[in-house]
Each structure stands twice: as C-alpha cells, then as structure tokens.
C-alpha cells in the first residue's frame, strides 16, 4: 500500500491490524471502579445524581404560596424557552373526511392544519347523547399504528359512550405522519425489527427511531421535537374549541406512555386542560436513569436536570388543577417506586396550594400500557371533574375482577381497522400534494438562522467568537495541569502493578501534566508509550505516544474517530509520520475507543444513532453536550503534548489530524486554540451542520450535534476561525454516512 505523506497532511489514511503479539490496551478495569467501558456512563450519573440532589435541597425549601407560585412560573419559562418557544396561530382548515358509527358513539374522521401544509389526522369519538360535551384529547403512545392502536381506541370509546368526546390524533412518526417515507420501495415489515409489519409500505422506520432523527434536527436550531408533538396538542384543544357541541371550557388529556409524556408536557403548558391522567410515564428521573434511561428525543429537554426541573414539576407547573397520575405495578420502562415519589412530591406541592385532593394516584397491577385498568380509573377521573360526577365506569360489566393479563390485552383491540379509520386518500400525509415535513420546517428555520448569524458573527472579534462557541457547546479553558503522582500512589486514579524485568509491561509516570504511564512496546526505530489521562474524577482516557529514536521536534495529536489502535500497525499512516521523525500521540477522546459506551446493555436506537445514545442524552439533559466534552479532551492531549519529550523551553511544533466521530471536537479545538496547531488535517467530518438539520436520515450524529448550535455559528465558521489556510478537509461525510 502506497502513502502520500507531508508534515502534519495524512492524504491517504488505512486502518491495518495490529500485531496479534502486541497488545496496545491502556486501560482496565480497577478494583472499587466501573470498567473502561461504563466510566463515561457513571461519570455522567454521578453528575446527574448531584443535580438531582440539588434540585431536591431547593424543593424542601418551598414553605409559601409565593415561592410556590415562583417555583412554577420559572420552571414554565425555563420549559418553554428550551422547546423554543411555540410558533404562532394559523388557520386550522379543518375538514371531516368521513363518518363511522360504533355501540353507543360515533367517530369522524378529521384532517386539520397544525401549522401551513402540515396536516394532523385525528379521529373524533363523539356520545349520541344530546351535547354539547367536555371534550378530552388523548395523545398517542408508540404505536406505530397511532390513533388506530386498539387501546387508544378503547379509551376514547369508553370516554364517548359516557358523555365526554374524544379526540385521538396520531403524533409526528407515527400512524398516518411518518416524516421519512420511502417511496423508491414497499414494505411489508421494518428493516430493522423484522418481527413489527408497517403500517404502511412505504414507512422505513420505527418511530422511535423517527421521533430521535427529528430531534437531532431540532436540536440543532435551538428546538425540540417535542415543540411539534405539543403544538398539535394545543392546536388539537382550538379545534375542539371552535366546535358549537364542545364545551370550550372543559377540555381534558389522557395519554399512555410517549401519549402520557405528552399529556404532561400539555397540561404543564396549556392553563385549558382542566383534568389531566397521564398515564404510564411519571417516573423520577433518578429511577428512570438507573432503569431503562433515558428515552427517545422528545422525552429528553435540555439542561432539565442542571436547571432543576424533574418529572414531578410537569403537575407542580398546573397545580392546583386536577391531575391523576396513572401508572403499573410491573412497569418495566417507567419505575413504579419513582412514580410514587413523584406523587409524594406532587401531593405535598398541591397541599401547599391547599387542594391536596386534586391530586391522586392510580397503580395497577399491570404491565407498561394503557390497559383497561388504566382506561377505567382515567375515564372516571376525568368524568369527575369535567362532568361533575363520581361514576364508576366499567369497560366491560361481565368480566371478571382483577383481569388476567391475557384478557387485558384481548380488550385493548379496537373495533375499527386502521384504514376505516384512516383520514388521508392514501394513507399517509406526506403522500399529499404541497404537504410539508418537519425536515423542510427546519430546513427553512436553518435557512433563516444563516442569514441572521451571518452579520453578528462577522462584526464580533476572533475572541468574542471563541466565547460563543465555548458557550454553545458548554466548554472552558483546560486549566493547568497538576504535577503527576506516581502509579503506586494509592489515591492516584490509575494504579498498576510493577512491571515485568523487560519493562513492555512496565508502569512509569509522566513527569508532567498528571498523565501516567502505564507500559512501553518497543518496535523498529520508535517506542509506544501507553499513557493513560484523567480529566475528570471518575473518568480516565487511553493514548498510544509513538516517539522516535531521534524526535525531530515536530508532534503530530492523531485523533481516530474508531479507536487510537485504528491506524497503529506496522506499515501503517501514523509509523509512516513516526519514520520522518515525529512524535504522534494516538489519543482517544471520551466515548471513544477504551471507554466506548453500550458494550453491556442493549440500546434502543444503536442503528441509526450509536450505542452511546444514552448517553448523549444524558449529557444533554445534563446541558452538556459530547463534542462540548470531548473538545476538553483535545486540548488537554494538546497541553500535554506541546512538552512531551521535549528540551526545556523548546514546545514541540504541533499538527492535527482528526478522523470521523473525532473531527468535529477536533475542528472546535483548533478554533478555540488557532496558535497551537501549525496544520489541521480532518477526514470524514460532515460540511455542515446546516446539512445535517435538512437531512431526512443521518447515521450516528448523535455525538456531533450541538443545542442551538446553528443560532451562532456553523462548521465552516469554525474553519475560517481557526485559519482557512491551516485547514484541510477531505472525504467530507455525508449524514447517512455510517
């Protein structure tokens, strides 16, 4: 294989395995501490405990009315301003599409705009009964079937056959408003979960996975997907407003799982919803963390834990109005001890509002799910304080009591088919002339946010632009590093044993920066040198120093995206700068190589998003984000880097080089840090994140994204700040690019 070298300029980059006689590990698994693999996991839970806790010390001082009331108004404008904002009132257009009589209710089909060319599709379940009626949304869950999933429409039967109308609308990405059509193929089951028929042949993805793709383009433009699903909810409420058989003024909510995430997110917004039951989503964040984790985009609000709000303020944000938190004894995704903390704190919130019974839990003995149990305690509760009565409600006066699991689900099917009740000609809404997705929303948003960032970033100083961009992405100055300890050193985060009489396996300590090393590898002409870094408490990152017999004083920071074993064999690009005298420091960034997360647990997501999904929204629940992380990581290599094998006095002449997942951090590193680096060389790195708002698919960009990034500053910002003739990109990505 041929290479094409300069200094500091890989044009051709390999990935050659390794000797099978050599071992290049770093790190391993210490007593007292996680593995290599999980320490970003717990470093990242220990960070969210702490803000857990803080916000936990915060709530036992409410004592008045007063700071409850504030309590509430702040975390209101905190909601709102993380969604970014709510965009404004346009015509609805409502249209009934078609009618269907059911036993003791009817239903009309409904297609109405949420936005322009953005069309919601609803079914309105509706009492025989003379009206008008208290009208109740009910968001769905995550059915891919949406609206037509049979509890869902066992909830609204139940709620129409006793007086209140009920209007299902299927969510962004699911039912009949999947936003990534495929329409080059039919399907009959999803490529990715074989055993799951679609609901329609050209959706291609599950809608989780679709619900997180959106939100990776939200997130960039300062937004979230949730800010779609709660507008639909709210527009849903004008709708039923502006009927003359609706009761305008008792409007209700009730949602099973990603349907109960919505019923909170509403009724913690929308002062209209009277009467709220989420059901099967309340949980604490501390238990929701250590259970299932975090779950798909919408679900995850940024900087939630570290500004203070957990699950428990979406009632305290609508107290004293009447909330019922519907949950199951066997809920295996949503914890039923956190859900019962949640209500501690909720019923001790409305106590001090003096309604302490406007609040009340109902827990089945029952799995995740909207099951009759659930249906029946949200109907009655919902009755009550919209209708004004007690009324106990049964689905099903024959059957027995408790229900068996399997008679549960035997009632959850509807009585109509999901093309009875379809509201669109073909199926889908995308499949409708001028009708727009959430992709070209944002792609017009992105539009729009270039043209504005473009002067104030120009007019701000190569310094004022630095702190933006430290600001963006949640990052500070690398302070000094402290002298190293030895490895023996027993409060020394890296201890070893000795090393073996050759010394390949040995332990020395680097006599600066607090890096140590851990063992040495002898090859032809050089030595690898395996060093190991701490950044953080609780937290350690591998390198390989690649340090020649003559170091001719220039340093190459070689940043991999895969691992810093990728390029390290015999004959391959980094021996090839070894060989012309540089030191090349092989390093991995957190997440990474050694300390790549998901090994032990299966992720929801890992196909499209990486098996450190969960952790990049921890991180971003956390108001952190990883390239925000990983470009501290950078430049602590950098600072340690600059003397490494060095005369005194006399800092090696630094190049860069970045592949794949590690070029973004890389980029913003030498932005922030333009005098280091003489050459910046990066491989695989998207052009622009403006790109990545657009697309309607990406591959594991979940690390590369950034909140609100694209308000101030894009990709090729950064390579201007950090000097266009430094810079070189080749192999651009792609946001489908694996």
Known sequence: MKFSLAVGTVFLVASLATSAAEDLGVLSALPGEPAPGAMLEVSLKQQAYAAIDRRRAAFEKLKSQAE?????DERRAFFLRQLGGLPERTPLNPKIVGTLKGEGYRVERILFESRPEFHVTANLYLPLTPGPWPGVIVPCGHS?????????QRICILLARHGMAAMCYDPVGQGERYQMLDLARERTHFDDAPHVPVPHPNVRC????????????????????????????MRAIDYLQSRDDILADKIGCTGNS???????????LDDRIVAAAPVCYLTSFRRLIDTSGPQDAEQNIFGQLAFGMDEADYLMMRAPRPTLICAG???????????????????????????????????????????????????????????????????????????????????????????????????????????????????????????????????????????????????????????????????????????????????????????????????????????ALTPEPGLRLAALAFVPAK??????????????????????????????????????????????TGHHKKVWGRVHFGQDIQE???????GRSFVGMRVEDTAAWTQFLKTFQTTPNKPNELHLIAIGEAAIPALHAAALDSDSFRTVTLRQMLSSWE????????????????????????????????????????????????
Request: overall charge neutral; charged content about 25%; hydrophobic content about 35%.
């Open 68 to 72: 409850c009331r504030k309590w509430q």
């Open 551 to 596: 170091p001719n004083g220039v340093a190459t920071l070689y940043l991999h995206g895969t691992s810093m074993k990728a390029d390290a064999a015999p004959g391959g690009p980094i021996e090839a700068l070894v060989k012309q005298g540089q030191i090349v420091l092989a390093a991995e960034l957190r997440g990474i190589g050694e300390t790549e």
């Open 144 to 152: 891919h079937d949406g609206k037509a999933a049979g509890g869902y």
């Open 329 to 531: 004894t066997r809920d295996a995704t949503f914890d039923i001890s956190g859900t019962w903390d949640v209500f501690r704190e909720a019923k001790r919130f409305y106590s001090r509002l003096g309604h302490a019974e406007r609040v009340e839990i109902h827990e089945a003995d029952a799995p995740h799910g909207f099951g009759i149990q659930q249906r029946e305690a949200a109907a009655r509760w919902l009755h009550r304080w919209l209708l004004r009565t007690d009324k106990p409600i049964r689905e099903v006066e024959s059957l027995p009591d408790p229900l068996t699991d399997e008679q549960s689900r035997e009632l959850s099917k509807g009585d109509w088919t999901a093309q009875q009740l379809q509201c669109t000609p073909r199926g889908q809404v995308l499949l409708m002339p001028g009708e727009r997705s959430v992709f070209q929303f944002n792609a017009e948003i992105a539009a729009r946010l270039k043209t504005q960032r473009a002067d104030s970033w120009r007019k701000r100083s190569a310094e004022e632009k630095r702190q933006l961009v430290r600001e963006t992405i949640g990052s500070s100055p690398v302070a000094p590093r402290q002298e190293s300890r030895k490895a023996t050193d027993p409060s020394n985060p890296v201890r070893a044993t000795t090393s073996a009489p050759n010394g390949t396996l040995g332990v020395r300590v680097a006599e600066r920066h607090g890096y140590v090393e851990t063992g040495r590898i002898e090859r032809d002409g050089y030595t690898i040198h395996k060093l």
């Open 258 to 268: 990603g349907g109960g995430t919505l019923t909170s997110y509403l009724m913690a």
């Open 206 to 233: 599950l809608c989780t996975d679709e619900h997180t793709m959106m939100g990776l383009s939200c997130i960039l433009l300062g937004s979230n997907v949730a800010q779609f699903r709660i507008w639909d909810g």
């Open 691 to 738: 790109d990545l708002a657009a697309a309607t698919e990406s591959r594991d960009q979940a690390v590369n994204i950034v909140h609100g990034a694209l308000q101030h500053y894009d990709l090729p910002d950064l390579i201007e700040l950090a000097g266009a003739s430094k810079v070189k990109v080749f192999d651009s990505a792609k946001p489908l690019s694996p």
């Open 616 to 622: 990049v929204f921890l991180a971003y629940l956390l």
